[in-house]
């Protein structure tokens, strides 16, 4: 059973187009992320949210726009994409918010902005 | 700069060697953690190192947490093929689990 799934794997599409990243877990966790990883492997927080709640918002352009349905998703909404938002996006969660807690990763979303 | 500054940045050895990846900081944090990232795969974590000091073994690995908690290092014996792969060292630096991420080290060896 996969715990962290996100769809698509590959995504490929023009500038200025919308676009979703779906994740879900199947853990029970309380808290979920989005992560940028960019092409020189710099993996960096952009969104957290616990039990629904909005609790990490990095300095991330407006365009991006997270929404959590229920605890066990948390998808991501790109409007307007550049091609600077080419990268991976990885969704991850974790039992709790506490410093320590494990995060699990999902395998990924490679975002390619034409 | 970033917060955290890992190196060597890429390191290539052969199977039976030992080698030492570095996470440095100016900043103290709470818990550190090491992961490890697969080609195409997330990263997938390693251990957690919560107290100054600390020295952590895993079978091959052994991690070592600062004594002012600013620092860590991870020294793998005997590398073999199967720990090629990007190490990454993560800091949380308040009580909640926001992770800053070093910029990784690629870990290459050889048989």
């Known amino acids: 059973d996969t715990a962290v799934s996100q769809t698509p794997k590959y995504l490929v599409t023009q500038m200025g187009n919308d676009k979703s990243i779906k994740c879900e877990q199947n853990?029970?966790?309380?808290?979920m992320y989005w992560y940028k990883q960019d092409s020189k492997k710099f993996l960096k927080i952009m969104f957290s949210y616990n039990n629904k709640e909005l609790i990490i918002n990095e300095t991330v352009p407006n365009r991006f726009s997270p929404k959590s349905p229920d605890k066990a998703h948390l998808n991501l909404h790109i409007n307007s994409l550049e091609l600077g938002d080419s990268a991976v996006y990885f969704c991850?969660?974790?039992?709790?918010?506490?410093?320590?807690?494990?995060?699990?990763f999902g395998p990924g979303t490679r975002l390619l902005v034409l | 700069t970033q917060l955290l500054e890992q190196s060597p940045q890429f390191l290539s050895i052969q199977e039976g060697e030992n080698l030492t990846v570095y996470c440095n900081s100016s900043s103290v944090f709470s818990s550190l953690q090491w992961y490890r990232q697969e080609p195409g795969e997330g990263p997938v974590l390693l251990v957690t190192v919560v107290t100054g000091g600390e020295v952590k073994k895993l079978k091959r690995l052994t991690f070592q947490f600062g004594d002012a908690r600013k620092d860590s290092s991870l020294h793998i014996t005997a590398a073999q093929p199967g720990d090629t792969g990007l190490y990454l060292c993560?800091?949380?630096?308040?009580?909640?689990?926001?992770?800053?991420f070093g910029g990784g080290t690629r870990v290459l060896v050889k048989p």
């Open positions: 993560a800091g949380a630096q308040a009580a909640g689990n926001k992770l800053t």
């Open positions: 991850a969660s974790s039992r709790g918010f506490w410093a320590g807690e494990t995060q699990y």
């Open positions: 853990l029970g966790h309380d808290t």
